[in-house]
């Protein structure tokens, strides 16, 4: 399984972007994926997840202001972050997993960088 991120940058508080995450080597659509963030000397924490059925969870520092999505025709995931605060300076990272073959298991992306100055 290969996890491709991208649409990582440097943005101004308050600014808008969206990563995206493309999957390969798996049945897409019956996997359930998700983000993490790591900033700087912290450990890695849940962004939010979508199961196969389409049912999302977030973190809390992040509720009402990013929204993942997926389309699993296009085989992607998607993280659209509003209201960006300094706080969400992190490389962010797409999770993947599946509890069938091909590729059964967890699976990460290489992450992508997200700068947010103030």
């Known amino acids: 399984v290969q996890l491709q991120a991208s649409g990582g940058g440097l943005v101004q508080a308050g600014g808008s972007l969206r990563l995206s995450c493309v999957a390969s080597?798996?049945?897409?659509?019956?996997?359930?994926v998700g983000w993490y963030r790591q900033a700087p000397g912290k450990q890695r924490d849940l962004v939010a997840t979508?199961?196969?059925?389409?049912?999302?969870k977030y973190g809390d520092p992040v509720k009402g202001r990013f929204t993942a999505s997926r389309d699993n025709a296009k085989n992607t995931l998607y993280l659209q972050m509003n209201s960006l605060k300094p706080d969400d300076t992190a490389v962010y990272y797409c999770?993947?997993?599946?509890?069938?073959?091909?590729?059964?298991?967890?699976?990460w992306g290489q992450g992508t960088l997200v700068t947010v100055s103030s």
């Open positions: 999770n993947l997993i599946s509890t069938r073959w091909p590729g059964r298991g967890v699976h």
């Open positions: 080597g798996t049945i897409f659509s019956l996997t359930d």
């Open positions: 979508i199961t196969t059925s389409g049912s999302t």
